[in-house]
DNA sequence: TATTGTTATACTCTATAACTATA
DNA sequence: TATAGTTATAGAGTATAACAATA
């Protein structure tokens, strides 16, 4: 972000300047630090993106899964997304308290909470991911172009079934 | 992994089983979501095939990255792998107490820390490796195949790039 | 007996501030 | 003044155990 140092000032003394690039060695190879950071790009571009709606990729995503499927269980969500039922809770809690998302009485057990966006939450979504597509995956889109990012997709999955 | 359930019982109340799949909605087509997801699954099996040598993913990158520049800083190995250098103090201490890599005092400067694996280190790095590849980077390419992998690879890096 | 939501708890990761010894 | 290593601390994310209500 700032001015580049040129520092071409050849001193007397040894190099102070350690060397040139740092050998990735074994890890070059390795798909799975290439995966972490690319997958940790992605998030910090994605939290970017959604600074001023001030949501997490884990919130976002618990908000898409309710708004495609309307009425699920706690549990079913939480599971569909990997995340631990114990921790889901304030997850919730906290979509809940910001009147995005809400938690009704399940028809037939009184056991579960059924799980539905608030019409504010509804529009919320939509407008992010509105946001989303403008900034953020047009970033992406901007690197890897429309075919390689389905081609890439495509490829994640196969990983993913591991 | 267990047996599947085929759960073919037609029963006379309503289906008590919510539905079949759940709808990932707008998370779909977000990439981020996606590679989340692959690299929870890669990482889940590096340490799988890692249990016996206790080595998570971060203390693996370590040691490679200090075999692959030996002598370098403290602070350009935590550097170049993205660790905050607060953090790195533990991680390294770890693999010091192990007897896999030691801190030595760097020429020139007193301040900093020139780093080395120990000859221990060093063949633990060099089986380990071996047995990541048997069974980790194996259970990949069966997946993926050699020239999938590499075309995955170089996806990836453009999206690092972002 | 088993499951759902919940609380409590702990352990890892990550991020920031501040100290020390050197430069 | 600035940098390298360190400590302390706080916040996320994640995992397990246990409890009450309900099935």
Redesign the interface.
């Given at each position: 972000m700032a001015v580049k140092k040129t520092k071409p000032a050849a001193s007397t003394?040894?190099a102070p300047e350690?060397a040139g690039r740092?050998?990735?060695?074994?890890?070059d190879?390795?798909?799975?630090?290439?995966?972490?950071?690319?997958?940790?790009?992605?998030?910090?571009?994605?939290m970017t993106a959604m600074k001023d709606y001030d949501l997490r990729?884990a919130q976002f995503?618990v908000l898409?899964?309710i708004?495609?499927?309307p009425g699920?269980?706690q549990s079913?969500?939480s599971e569909?997304l990997?995340i631990n039922r114990a921790n889901f809770v304030a997850l919730l809690d906290e979509l809940e308290q910001r009147k995005l998302a809400r938690r009704a009485a399940a028809a037939?057990d009184r056991r579960s909470n059924a799980l539905y966006l608030t019409p504010k939450g509804e529009s919320f979504?939509k407008e992010a991911?509105r946001h989303?597509l403008q900034q953020?995956?047009r970033?992406?889109e901007a690197?890897?172009g429309s075919a390689?990012?389905h081609?890439?997709?495509s490829?994640?999955?196969?990983?993913?079934?591991?």
């Open positions: 003394e040894a350690p740092v050998d990735l060695g074994l890890l190879g390795l798909l799975g630090y290439r995966l972490r950071r690319a997958q940790l790009a992605v998030f910090q571009d994605f990729p995503s898409a899964i708004e495609a499927n699920l269980k079913r969500v569909a990997g037939g979504l991911y989303l953020h995956e970033r992406i690197v890897l390689d990012k081609l890439l997709l490829l994640l999955d196969r990983l993913t079934a591991l």
